[in-house]
Structure formats: C-alpha cells, structure tokens
C-alpha cells in the first residue's frame, strides 16, 4: 500500500528566509516522487521529481528535495523564498507495479510574508 | 470536507469504443476541474481546464475532439476518451478547485483506462 503525509496545512516564512515543506511516504514498492506546484487558477506545475536516480533532486525555480529512504522523506527545500512562491504544493508518490496508481498528499499552502 | 469522487478508477475497453470518467465534487460546489494524464514514470500532465458552464481549455497538443470535457455542473465534470486506442492507455486524474479554507485543491483518486 502507498501513502503520502504531507505534514504541515499551511507554512509561512518571510521572504527571503528559507522554505521547508515536509512530505514523508510509505510505499511497498520503489516509489517514483514528485513534487507540484498550484498557483490560483492554474494546473499543476512540476517541480521536481525522483525516479531512483540521485537521492538530492534539483528542480525548478531554486527548489530541491532529498529522497532518504531510511527516513521515509522526501521534503521540499529553498534557500531562499520568494513572493511568487506562494503557492499550494503537492507530494505525489507513485509506484510502478501491477495495480500501479499515484497518490496526492493533502497539500501544503505556502504563504510568504514580505 | 472537500473531497472529490472519481468513477470508474479501473476500465478496461476495446479500441474503437468510447469511455466516460466522471469527476465528482460531493461536499462543494467546484466551479473549476482540472483533468490529468499520466505515463509509467513520468509526470502528470494537465490536459484541460474545465469551468462550469463553458467550453473547456485544453493544453496543446491535446485533441478536444478526442478528450470531451463536459462541466454541466458545479458538482459533476466528464472526461469522455471517444474512439480509444491503445496509445490511450493512462492514468487520469481530476482535480477540483474548492476556493475555500486552507486547501485549494483537492483530486479524485484516479482512473486506469487500458484500451486492448
């Protein structure tokens, strides 16, 4: 079975203060992870995503993520935020076996204060 | 609250026939769905954007021929895959835009068409 937690509704830093945005996963297979981006009115943007390649993922827009599989983690980084980054984002498992299907987290709303 | 039904979440058809997937708001009214496809291994991609009332958006490249998007409904959107060939054979997911409290969006658990 395959779930995804998302760990934290809403997250609210200042710009230009780092972003962490928590995901932990459980998966009977080797998962593929993804992380989304939503702005108001707009589909699903990727971020990045992991398919068993390096376990530290750099993505778009300054984002990054680190797959540790003792942890069960996947969490969402940057350095720095920025206004525009507010946003819901979204951690996506998905596990490639028979009855293969991706699982959505809750999301988390990241508000950013100038 | 908020959360979105979607049927069926597997079907299996012929080629040459016609599937509808149906996307459920059961607790709000969702003014605006989203419609997702997925690939072994990649990541979704949006296929449209359904508002209530009017004609859907489609992203390039997809067929809105092929891909009918009905919203008739603040509670109900359809995805209808007309003439389905195996190339068809995906991972739809819809999602829908609650416009309120914390969490904007919700999605449907996901439908598992394989056209044989």
């Known amino acids: 079975a395959q779930s995804v937690t998302q760990l934290d509704s809403h997250v609210s830093v200042s710009e230009g203060t780092p972003v962490l945005l928590r995901c932990n996963y459980s998966s009977s297979y080797s998962p593929s992870l993804f992380w989304y981006v939503q702005h108001p009115n707009k589909g699903l943007q990727l971020l990045l995503k992991?398919?068993?390649?390096?376990?530290l993922v750099k993505g778009i827009n300054g984002f990054e993520a680190e797959f540790k599989k003792s942890e069960t983690s996947f969490h969402l980084t940057k350095p720095s935020a920025h206004m525009s980054d507010a946003a819901e984002y979204f951690c996506v498992v998905s596990a490639m076996n028979r009855d293969d299907k991706i699982i959505f987290g809750k999301g988390t709303r990241l508000h950013i204060l100038p | 609250g908020a959360v979105v039904s979607q049927h069926p979440s597997r079907v299996i058809c012929k080629s040459g026939t016609s599937v509808k997937i149906e996307c459920r708001s059961l607790?709000?009214?969702?003014?605006?769905m989203f419609w997702y496809r997925q690939f072994p291994k990649q990541s979704l991609m949006l296929m449209a954007t359904?508002?209530?009332?009017?004609?859907?958006?489609?992203e390039q490249g997809v067929e809105k021929d092929k891909f009918l998007i009905n919203h008739a409904s603040l509670t109900l959107s359809t995805l209808t895959v007309t003439s389905a060939h195996p190339e068809d054979s995906s991972f739809y997911i819809c999602?829908?835009?609650?416009?309120?409290?914390?969490?904007?969006?919700?999605f449907g658990s996901g439908t598992r068409l394989t056209v044989v």
């Open positions: 607790d709000f009214q969702a003014t605006t």
């Open positions: 992991y398919t068993s390649a390096a376990t």
């Open positions: 359904s508002n209530e009332g009017s004609k859907a958006t489609y």
């Open positions: 999602s829908a835009a609650t416009g309120q409290g914390l969490r904007g969006y919700t």
